[in-house]
């Protein structure tokens, strides 16, 4: 992070701006501004998923409005997937749309949230009802940034490279599951990331818009979105990673009982997110609740959910359907 001035040319811009939240600031805004030759005004916002709506949204713009930011600046979004979302789409809205620049701080946001170009914020109830495509002019990965990371939130990243594994690197796979996350040296690490970033860039880039290829991202979200917002409504909270391990197996199960996907590999995967630390199964969740959520996705139209499974560890398919009795049966896998 203090050789952000080496990675990028700052001095064709007017002004710089950071975009961070109250526990993250503290730690990095001091290492930015060391290595910085000149001002920066800082923008911080609360921390949690609540700010990424139009109140913050207007707060921000307000600010650069304020502080005289003109078409020439840049943002910096120093943070997890909030603050990249929640900064991505100011910045793509400011006077039609400045230059912005995202710095990742969660294991998520660096292997998923900040590659791909999807920015927003959370609207009238609808998880990032607005937004756009709107790419950074880079993102930039600084591992030790990993280090303040509470162990939940760093497991639930890791949930995401497990997945990037299963849908497109079978040698990956293996890897990233051969040993716990936290037995992984910062070097390893490094070369994780760097893996899982190429994963995701890959397939976005064949499909930036999301009509095809991209939807196998989607695996284990299905069934996981469903149990994240099936747990947030009993306030006993799951991070999103943590719902899409179990989404992950459940979603195995389906492909395994489709007849497209083998058992062997299905325990493969159980035992990996095992390792991982991270859950394969929930309670006191039905089956009904879980179908009622799926269907009401504005994901799926027309009563009918399109899956993305996994064919073999490696590689997977999308815009496959299943009859209602198997899907309730892969489901029951998951439930304690
Ligand atoms: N745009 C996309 O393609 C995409 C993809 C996946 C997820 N997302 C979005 O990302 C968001 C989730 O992102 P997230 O998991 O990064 O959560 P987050 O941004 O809420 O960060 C999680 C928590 O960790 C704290 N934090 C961040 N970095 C830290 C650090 N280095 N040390 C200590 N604490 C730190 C944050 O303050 C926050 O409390 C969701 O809103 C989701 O919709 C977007
Ligand atoms: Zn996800």
Same mark, same amino acid.
């Given at each position: 992070?203090?050789?952000?001035?080496?990675? &990028?040319?700052?001095?064709?811009?007017?002004?710089?701006?950071?975009? /961070?939240?109250? @526990?993250?600031?503290?730690?990095?805004? !001091?290492?930015?501004?060391?290595?910085?030759?000149?001002?920066?005004?800082?923008?911080? &916002?609360?921390?949690?998923?609540?700010?990424?709506?139009?109140?913050? =949204?207007?707060? &921000?713009?307000?600010?650069?409005?304020?502080?005289? =930011?003109?078409?020439?600046?840049?943002?910096? +979004?120093?943070?997890?997937? #909030? *603050?990249?979302?929640?900064?991505?789409?100011?910045?793509?809205?400011?006077?039609?749309?400045?230059?912005?620049?995202? #710095?990742?701080?969660?294991?998520?946001?660096?292997?998923? %949230?900040? *590659?791909?170009?999807?920015?927003?914020?959370?609207? #009238?109830?609808?998880? $990032?009802?607005?937004?756009? =495509?709107?790419?950074?002019?880079?993102?930039?990965?600084?591992?030790?940034?990993?280090?303040?990371? !509470?162990?939940?939130?760093?497991?639930?990243?890791?949930?995401?490279? *497990?997945?990037?594994?299963?849908?497109?690197?079978?040698?990956?796979?293996? =890897? #990233?599951?051969?040993?716990?996350?936290?037995?992984?040296?910062?070097?390893?690490?490094?070369?994780?990331?760097?893996?899982?970033?190429?994963?995701? %860039?890959?397939?976005?880039?064949?499909?930036?818009?999301?009509?095809?290829?991209?939807?196998?991202? $989607?695996?284990?979200?299905?069934?996981?979105?469903?149990?994240?917002?099936?747990?947030?409504? /009993?306030?006993?909270?799951?991070?999103?990673?943590?719902?899409? %391990?179990?989404?992950?197996?459940?979603?195995?199960?389906?492909?395994?009982?489709?007849?497209?996907?083998?058992?062997?590999?299905?325990?493969?995967?159980?035992?990996?997110?095992?390792?991982?630390?991270?859950?394969?199964?929930?309670? +006191?969740?039905?089956?009904?609740?879980?179908?009622?959520?799926?269907?009401?996705?504005?994901? $799926?139209?027309?009563?009918?959910? @399109?899956?993305?499974? !996994?064919?073999? *560890?490696?590689?997977?398919?999308?815009?496959?359907?299943?009859?209602?009795?198997?899907? &309730? $049966?892969?489901?029951?896998?998951?439930?304690?």
């Amino acid at each position: 992070l203090e050789k952000l001035e080496e990675v &990028i040319d700052l001095n064709q811009y007017s002004k710089i701006g950071i975009l /961070t939240d109250e @526990l993250i600031g503290k730690h990095f805004i !001091p290492i930015i501004k060391k290595g910085l030759k000149r001002e920066v005004s800082e923008i911080i &916002i609360q921390s949690g998923e609540k700010e990424k709506n139009i109140e913050t =949204f207007q707060y &921000i713009l307000e600010k650069l409005f304020k502080e005289q =930011f003109d078409r020439k600046s840049l943002l910096i +979004n120093l943070g997890g997937g #909030v *603050i990249g979302d929640l900064g991505g789409f100011v910045a793509g809205c400011f006077m039609r749309g400045i230059s912005f620049l995202q #710095v990742p701080t969660t294991l998520l946001s660096q292997v998923d %949230a900040s *590659i791909g170009d999807k920015v927003g914020i959370n609207f #009238v109830g609808i998880k $990032n009802g607005i937004g756009l =495509f709107n790419p950074p002019v880079g993102v930039i990965i600084d591992v030790h940034t990993l280090s303040t990371l !509470p162990r939940r939130e760093f497991l639930s990243g890791f949930s995401e490279i *497990i997945k990037h594994g299963i849908i497109a690197d079978k040698k990956y796979f293996e =890897f #990233v599951t051969s040993k716990k996350p936290a037995e992984f040296s910062k070097k390893e690490l490094v070369s994780i990331i760097k893996r899982s970033c190429e994963i995701k %860039a890959s397939i976005v880039e064949a499909d930036e818009k999301e009509t095809g290829f991209r939807k196998t991202l $989607n695996f284990g979200h299905t069934i996981g979105h469903a149990i994240e917002e099936l747990k947030l409504e /009993t306030n006993a909270l799951l991070h999103h990673g943590e719902a899409v %391990a179990i989404g992950m197996v459940a979603e195995s199960k389906l492909a395994e009982l489709l007849g497209m996907f083998n058992k062997h590999d299905l325990e493969k995967i159980k035992k990996g997110i095992i390792r991982a630390g991270l859950p394969t199964s929930i309670s +006191n969740i039905s089956t009904e609740k879980m179908m009622d959520k799926m269907l009401s996705d504005k994901k $799926n139209r027309n009563g009918k959910i @399109l899956w993305s499974l !996994p064919e073999k *560890i490696g590689s997977a398919k999308f815009n496959i359907e299943a009859s209602e009795q198997l899907i &309730i $049966n892969a489901i029951k896998q998951i439930l304690l």
